[in-house]
């Protein structure tokens, strides 16, 4: 089993729709969480960090569950611009710094 | 500009040939790491390295070396190529300790044939 992993997708929705995205890790061990966007195989991009108490960015939210062990990521507002592959990232300290991604998750946002 | 250089960009390989992907970065990162990414699996980590000096082996280090010569360069070594071992190669720099974002090159497509 992967470290992280995350919902395959496709999702497919409509413009203006609310959508959202988990990522659990097997892991409980000391991380930091990000989540990372990635257009058409070019290198993935950093859309936000994931913080303890959650936080937001404009029509993106972050969450963090400890306990069970996940994280999400809700997109409101959908735009066709949001249309991408979006990747949970874990930060492993107590393994030297490793770095895991999850499979991924592709959105396709629609007129 | 500044940032993560990847090099080759492409390269088709024959099966049994050895090369090596060059990664540099000039952000005075600690981390450094490279990857692998097939179609729907996401990016697998290959190797990493949290110091100059320091490597480690990731989720998919079959088939390949690594070299952490200095702070600023991580080299991937493919010593005998196997088709298996055709995919997008992502080089990367920086995490929590080097000030949280990770940047990355723009990819190496390496086919084996």
């Known amino acids: 089993r992967k470290e992280v992993e995350q919902d395959p997708g496709p999702f497919n929705v409509p413009e203006g729709a609310t959508v959202a995205f988990n990522c659990t890790y097997s892991?409980?061990?000391?991380?930091?969480f990000f989540w990372y966007r990635q257009d058409c195989r070019k290198e993935p991009k950093l859309l936000m960090s994931?913080?303890?108490s959650g936080n937001e960015d404009g029509r993106f939210t972050a969450q963090l569950n400890r306990a069970s062990q996940y994280i999400s990521l809700l997109i409101r507002d959908s735009k066709l611009s949001d249309s991408a592959t979006y990747l949970c990232v874990v930060y492993f300290y107590n393994q030297g710094g490793k770095l895991i991604f999850g499979q991924g998750t592709e959105l396709s946002v629609k007129p | 500009n500044a940032g993560v250089t990847q090099t080759p960009k492409f390269q088709v390989l024959k099966t049994g040939q050895s090369m090596t992907l060059q990664c540099a970065q000039d952000?005075?990162?600690?981390?450094m790491y490279w990857y692998r990414q097939d179609p729907g699996m996401g990016l697998r980590l290959i190797y990493y390295s949290a110091s100059e000096g320091t490597t480690d082996k990731g989720e998919v280090p079959n088939g390949y070396n690594v070299s952490r010569l200095n702070k600023r360069e991580f080299s991937l070594r493919l010593e005998s190529a196997a088709p298996s071992q055709t995919s997008v190669y992502f080089c990367a720099s920086g995490g929590p300790r080097s000030g949280n974002t990770i940047y990355f090159g723009e990819g190496s497509w390496l086919t084996v044939v």
């Open positions: 892991n409980s061990a000391s991380q930091s």
């Open positions: 994931v913080y303890s």
């Open positions: 952000m005075n990162h600690n981390s």
